[in-house]
């Protein structure tokens, strides 16, 4: 099947691309992420692709990065998430973003995405959670673990909550209290966690 697509931009819509290559034009449904990335109409690109056969059409989804197109294909292997909403929360979270929610429980974050509501959420977040190592990039794979073990552990588990009373992400919050010693107290840890949050906003 197409593996890619390598050719010039010609048209950049909200959630479609179409790639010229060779005098033919393919139309792919995207995210807003990849029409970031990809440039401006004329652009040369490079484009790796998944086609979505159904019963009825056949529908083309094209993605700048490998990682982005790894996510893609996890999502859709889960219940009730389709090509469309898979496509609409890789629009509202990077591949490494998705994996530090999954990897913290953070279901709210992932509802952001358009048409993607509590249950299916918390469905990404179930089905996948064994599986966001292949979400996550080299260099926040270490985050990942963290976040984890944030959510696992009772003393961390209970400084996240309180930063997320708090008003900030679950993930964030997970991200940001794994990566302290474990040896600190849980008021420490709330008072570096919002020391350190604060510096990211």
């Known amino acids: 099947m197409i593996y890619n697509l390598r050719g010039t931009l010609t048209v950049a819509d ?4 179409v790639v010229e290559c060779s005098g033919v034009g393919f139309k792919c449904f995207t995210t807003l992420n990849t029409v970031k990335d990809l440039g401006r109409v004329g652009d040369e690109v490079n484009v790796f692709t998944h086609l979505a056969v159904r019963e009825d059409t056949m529908d083309l989804y094209g993605f700048a990065t490998v990682a982005e197109l790894d996510a893609f294909k996890l999502l859709i292997t889960v219940s009730g998430v389709g090509p469309k909403a898979a496509a609409a929360v890789l629009s509202e979270l990077t591949p490494d973003k998705l994996a530090l929610c999954i990897a913290s429980g953070d279901a709210k974050a992932i509802t952001r995405a358009q048409g993607v509501g509590k249950k299916t959420a918390e469905r990404i977040v179930l089905e996948l959670k064994d599986k966001m190592g292949a979400i996550a990039s080299e260099n926040v794979s ?46 420490e840890m709330i008072r570096q966690g919002l020391k350190q949050l604060a510096k990211n906003l």
Do not use: F
């Not at 909200?14 to 691309?17: D, R």
């Not at 984890?148 to 209970?158: F, G, L, Q």
């Open 14 to 17: 909200v959630n479609y691309i």
């Open 142 to 187: 270490q985050s990942v673990i963290n976040a984890s073990s944030a959510v696992a552990d009772n003393e961390t588990a209970e400084a996240v909550a309180a930063l997320v009373a708090l008003g900030y992400s679950q993930s964030d919050a997970s991200m940001v209290v794994g990566a302290m010693d474990k040896s600190l107290s849980v008021d």
